[in-house]
């Protein structure tokens, strides 16, 4: 069973896979961004009339929100890749999902900004300052987490810690067949919406708000099965901080403004000062 679970995980997640999915990432983040502009000249035009009351298709800027989404797609399946190999590893994928979510955003809603209005005064303006903040801190925080994470003593290969890692190939592979069900559910989902003139969602939120759910049950799932392995406080608080960190990300999913954003950086800051107290407490124990 374990050798099924390596040889199946190994293949999926194997050097030509990744570079597969890395160049249909990248012919399909150009064929959405040109589709995308020409649906927006289209409409402008009157030759198309959609109705949409996302803005994505009044102004070409908008465009660059479609390959970002593809970008994003393979960044969850780095993501999903990264998850055997540490929690701290793939905290700080999410981190970074989590910045091109907020730039994707911010591409998306450059249309709704009101320049003639007091930006002060103005929501929608605010919203894109707070954003643009928001990457700005993001980006640094990252840095530091990545910085102290090379930090990490890395400990020999035991049998022990092998049977882990296999567990942990097993939940990735779990991981992306929900993820794919998921992505697919989601869209169709959307379109229906679209097509059907419903009150849309919030396509800022669509997919990920499932996605960053499942993502903590992972967690959790490995949280509970590394008991099995070691009972060393350090790395179970270390684990169960990173959780709540996921759980903050995700619980800024259901907030506008300034309270998303803050979440966000909440979520980073707290992942950034637990992993230098595990640090710190590692080498104490030397």
């Known amino acids: 069973m374990r050798k099924a679970i390596v040889n199946t995980f190994n293949v999926v997640f194997s050097d030509k896979s990744r570079g597969l999915i890395e160049k ?77 979510i907020l730039i994707r955003r911010i591409f998306g809603d450059i249309p709704k900004v009101n320049l003639e209005a007091d930006w002060i005064s103005t929501q929608v303006n605010l919203n894109l300052i707070y954003d643009l903040l928001g990457v700005l801190m993001l980006y640094f925080l990252i840095y530091l987490f990545n910085k102290d994470r090379e930090g990490i ?25 929900c993820l794919l069900l998921m992505s697919g559910y989601s869209f169709f989902n959307w379109l229906f919406h679209i097509t059907n003139s419903l009150i849309p969602v919030n396509i800022n939120t669509i997919f990920y708000n499932d996605f960053f759910e499942l993502l903590i049950l992972a967690d959790v799932f490995i949280l509970l ?28 999913f259901g907030t506008v403004g300034l309270t998303n954003v803050l979440l966000i950086i909440s979520s980073v800051v707290f992942g950034l000062i637990i992993l230098k107290i595990f640090n710190l407490s590692e080498r104490i124990t030397l």
Not at 234 to 246: E, P, S
Request: hydrophobic residues 50%; contains cysteine; charged residues 15%.
């Open 24 to 100: 249909i990432t990248l012919w399909l983040s150009i064929a959405g961004f040109i589709v995308h502009l020409l649906l927006i000249y289209l409409n402008n035009l009157n030759v198309l009339n959609i109705a949409v009351d996302y803005k994505l298709l009044s102004n070409p800027i908008s465009a660059i929100y479609t390959p970002f989404t593809f970008i994003l797609i393979y960044e969850i399946y780095l993501l999903v890749l990264y998850l055997p190999r540490s929690f701290t590893t793939s905290l700080s994928k999410q981190f970074e999902i989590i910045s091109l």
């Open 225 to 252: 099965i590394s008991f099995q392995y070691t009972e060393k406080y350090t790395q179970i608080i270390r684990n169960t901080g990173f959780i709540i960190c996921t759980i903050l990300m995700r619980l800024s």
């Open 153 to 177: 003593i890395i400990k020999p290969m035991s049998e022990k810690i092998e049977r882990f890692v296999v567990s942990k190939k097993a939940i990735s592979l779990v991981l992306l067949f």
